[in-house]
Nanobody
Framework: QVHLVESGGGLVQAGGSLRLSCVASGRTFNSRAMAWFRQAPGEEREFVAT????????YYADSVKGRFTVSRVAAESTAYLQMNSVKPEDTAVYYCAAHTLLYSAGTSLPGQYHYWGQGTQVTVSS
């Protein structure tokens, strides 16, 4: 089992930065790919970024590429999402997720992630 808790959301002006954290409990965090998704009001959940279980591979949605950076620190059992140059359209609830399978590559498909956090609200003002 993996329990995930996100933090770091808040209100930020357009062009600013935020860093989201996702702290995991459970012994298998370091063996699972992690991902960040987001969901705006009235919209479907949208893939943002993923990082492989080793931390060596990352993949981003086109909408955030070059602005957001996903990372993980094994010793802290924590995944991060550094958000730079944020835009009003980045406003959403952000969720971290852990892949269902051990030692798998990260993907953009939410159905492949079994463990989810409760979400953290990010609001970008113009």
């Amino acid at each position: 089992q993996v329990h995930l808790v996100e933090s770091g959301g808040g209100l930020v002006q357009a062009g600013g930065s935020l860093r989201l954290s996702c702290v995991a409990s459970g012994r298998t965090f370091n063996s699972r790919a992690m991902a960040w998704f987001r969901q705006a009001p009235g919209e479907e959940r949208e893939f943002v970024a993923t990082i492989g279980w080793t931390g060596d591979s990352t993949y981003y949605a086109d909408s955030v590429k070059g602005r957001f950076t996903v990372s993980r620190v094994a010793a802290e059992s924590t995944a991060y999402l550094q958000m730079n140059s944020v835009k009003p359209e980045d406003t959403a609830v952000y969720y971290c997720a852990a892949h269902t399978l051990l030692y798998s590559a990260g993907t953009s498909l939410p159905g492949q992630y079994h463990y989810w956090g409760q979400g953290t609200q990010v609001t970008v003002s113009s």
